[in-house]
């Protein structure tokens, strides 16, 4: 079946630091969407992508659809204490089912 | 707070017993799915449904089942367990019958199960 495979699987990184990670997928996607899961909480929509080549952001978070349609990149700018959490990317397979990637685990050393 | 309500938040029990989680979808949400998520492991998708009907199933165990009722609530009932079942398990719901548009599912904070 479809699978998604997200890295890096953990980041330490400094606040102030950019942050970027990616998903692939050897299948392609009509539909990228970004999660993140804040300790404790399930997880929370962040951005959703619909085209090819498509860049939308929201607030210091940018993310991109791969032209191949096979790859997603979400990139966080200056990060800060409240941007650790666990981010997924999802996107539906042929049965309109979500595929999750297994996560990118964000920590931001003290 | 995304409306979607799960209950009990912590649960704690032996090996052997049976539990039933419950969740109260958003207003207006037809579809409910259920997710297993073990320590530090991503997402595992269980089973949705849409109006009371199963609609997909994923990586459920046979020792678990599902419902939605008539009010859309739902409930993921888990028997004979084992240390293994020790997880979060999430609830979430969204209005299509499909992971359409914005695909948008909206999660509750999730059912910490252990098993002793």
């Known amino acids: 079946g479809q699978q998604l495979n997200q890295s890096p699987q953990s980041m330490f990184i400094q606040e102030g630091e950019d942050v970027s990670m990616n998903c692939t997928s050897s299948s392609i996607f009509n539909t990228w969407l970004w999660y993140k899961q804040e300790p404790g909480e399930g997880p929370v929509l962040l951005i959703a992508?619909?085209?090819a080549g498509e860049l939308t952001s929201n607030g210091r978070l940018t993310a991109q659809f791969g032209i191949t349609r096979k790859d997603s990149f979400l990139n966080i700018s200056a990060s800060i204490p409240s941007d650790v959490g666990i981010y997924f990317c999802?996107?539906?397979?042929?049965?309109?089912?979500?595929?999750w990637g297994a996560g990118t685990k964000l920590i931001i050393k003290p | 707070d995304s409306g979607v309500t799960q209950t009990p938040k912590h649960l704690i029990t032996a090996t052997g017993q049976r539990v039933t989680l419950r969740c109260s979808p958003r207003s207006g949400d037809l579809s409910v799915y259920w997710y297993q998520q073990s320590l530090d492991q991503g997402l595992q998708f269980l089973i949705q449904?849409?109006?009371?009907?199963?609609?997909a199933k994923g990586n459920i165990l046979e020792r678990f089942s599902a419902q939605q009722f008539p009010d859309l609530h739902s409930e993921l009932n888990l028997s004979s367990l084992e240390l293994g079942d020790s997880a979060l398990y999430f609830c979430?719901?969204?209005?299509?019958?499909?992971?359409?548009?914005?695909?948008?599912?909206?999660f509750g904070e999730g059912s910490r199960l252990t098993v002793l």
């Open positions: 979430a719901s969204s209005v299509a019958y499909r992971t359409s548009g914005t695909g948008e599912l909206f």
């Open positions: 449904y849409y109006n009371g009907e199963e609609r």
């Open positions: 999802a996107g539906p397979d042929s049965n309109y089912q979500l595929i």
């Open positions: 992508l619909y085209k």
